[in-house]
């Protein structure tokens, strides 16, 4: 028997129409990719609590075996443990859990880190806004409060306020903060439209999340939160994030814009933004133009050229400030169907 088979229901009356039906908590799957983890995740695998079913341990090719290690010291029957042969990244770890999970039934999927970083007894509080419909995709924010920053490094605190600036641009997603948390819940219908053989495999893969969601137009919400940091040491590199990280942004940026604005709406967004991206571009174009033949002729330019060169810039940048505000106005708020079978799960 399946686990939607399982699934408890209660009938209530509705009074003269049908009767309602209730369905009771959702099913729960978590997910942990795993890498150089081996000294914490007995301690994250003990903090889960029974309100969640199923427990997908993915090892990620781990020097340090923690697949094993769990198999040896762990009897927990809900755990189940994936191998990978080769490293794919904490990206490629968690779709290969994600997988793993839509095919045990789970209603929603939590990611967890192996680290210890975040307490697996809040679990529950990333579950609740999808159980009540408020949201698709639920995220730890570590920015809430004051209190939650206290122990967090130096280094990460500006890094993270960097990052949730330009992933508010790229993904649209202008009400959330801390796009690196990596304590998120999704649910299964959310999850199933996602195309996960194309999200970013390394560290890319939670702002790739953001803006994959953004795409599909899925509701987003932070949930406040604590991280707790020791001595366990962060494997990605700021060299590599900063080589890598800002191509994908201006590529995802791009093609956020052009579904949300072209593709799939045409709306006053798009008239500001392309009008006002067309008149900055050309009085930047007259305006160097007319400084060059200036330069060259030896000859300084009149207060015409200039004002021709200026009134467009000052226009456009008016008119893309207001496609800004649109943009920001235009926060996906409701939730998505909570099936879609187009897409097999």
Not at 319 to 330: C, E, G, P, T, Y
């Amino acid at each position: 028997m399946s686990t939607a088979d399982r699934r408890q229901t209660t009938v209530v009356p509705g009074g003269r129409g049908p009767a309602l039906e209730i369905q009771s908590a959702p099913t729960v799957a978590v997910v942990i990719p795993c890498y150089r983890v081996k000294d914490h995740i007995l301690w994250v695998l003990e903090r889960i609590g029974p309100a969640v079913e199923t427990i997908i341990v993915v090892d990620d090719a781990c020097p340090e075996h923690t697949g094993a290690f769990v198999r040896a010291n762990v009897v927990d029957p809900r755990v189940v443990v994936v191998a990978h042969e080769a490293n794919l990244g904490v990206g490629g770890a968690t779709m290969t859990g994600y997988r793993e999970a839509l095919r045990s039934g789970a209603d929603v999927v939590v990611k967890l880190d192996g680290d210890g970083q975040m307490d697996p007894a809040r679990i529950a509080e990333l579950v609740e806004p999808i159980a009540q419909v408020r949201a698709d995709y639920a995220k730890g924010n570590r920015f809430y409060d004051l209190r939650y920053l206290q122990s967090m490094p130096l280094i990460r605190l500006i890094g993270n306020g960097v990052l949730s600036f330009v992933n508010k641009v790229v993904s649209g997603y202008w009400h959330v903060m801390d796009p690196t948390n990596g304590f998120t819940a999704i649910h299964r219908g959310t999850l199933a439209r996602l195309p996960l053989e194309e999200i970013d495999q390394r560290y890319f893969f939670e702002s790739d999340m953001l803006f994959r969601l953004a795409i599909e137009r899925a509701a987003v919400v932070d949930v406040p939160m604590p991280a707790q940091y020791g001595q366990e040491q962060s494997n990605m590199r700021l060299f590599r994030v900063a080589r890598e990280f800002p191509a994908k942004y201006v590529a995802r940026l791009l093609k956020r814009l052009l579904y949300t604005y072209v593709v799939r709406d045409f709306n006053a967004g798009t008239v500001f933004g392309s009008a006002g991206l067309m008149l900055t571009l050309a009085g930047l174009a007259f305006g160097a133009y007319s400084w060059l033949r200036s330069y060259l002729d030896g000859r300084a330019a009149t207060a015409g050229t200039v004002m021709v060169a200026a009134l467009p810039i000052m226009v456009g940048i008016h008119l893309l400030i207001a496609a800004w505000s649109v943009d920001i106005q235009n926060v996906p708020r409701a939730c998505l169907p909570r099936r879609r079978p187009d897409r097999a799960e």
